[in-house]
């Protein structure tokens, strides 16, 4: 029997005493993923006190969306592309960092495109750092916890 892998993984991670949230996308995306996606990123999203979240996006074994999950896709970045003050992409594939740019036009925060994940965690770690993109009072990034 061969079966097809795809669908999100989000969870916190640390760089040092940084937290920020970290999505992998693997395989093809469907509407159907959407559905249990959104939730669950709205549910992470929910904890953070902050209004903006550091975000590394892992597309490394992305293969690309749907149709409908395009659409989807959009509908997302929409609703929640101002919570994000940074965004780094860690991909392999031209048509990744293509997407990456498109992307961007719907979040307020920088967003970059890497291609070693040690560069993109570095950035983000630096950006935390310096404050850069930050206002004085964004510089702390707090969560808190669902019962």
């Not at 953070?48 to 074994?61: A, E, F, G, T, Y």
Request: aromatic residues 12%; without cysteine.
């Amino acid at each position: 029997m061969q079966f097809k892998r795809h669908g999100i993984s989000i969870g916190m991670e640390r760089i040092n005493d940084e937290f920020f949230l970290y999505i992998k996308a693997i395989g093809e995306l469907t509407h159907e993923d959407y559905e249990h996606i959104t939730p669950l990123l709205e549910y992470a999203l929910v904890g953070v006190k902050k209004p903006q979240v550091q975000l590394l996006i892992d597309l490394r074994d992305f293969e690309g969306w749907g149709m409908h999950a395009i659409w989807d896709e959009f509908k997302l970045a929409l609703k929640h592309g101002n919570e994000f003050s940074h965004v780094a992409v860690l991909g392999d594939e031209e048509w990744q960092q293509i997407a990456t740019k498109v992307g961007s036009w719907f979040v307020s925060g920088e967003v970059r495109y890497f291609k070693q994940q040690q560069e993109a965690m570095d950035w983000l770690q630096e950006t935390r750092k310096t404050g850069i993109g930050h206002k004085e009072s964004e510089k702390e990034l707090a969560f808190s916890t669902h019962s």
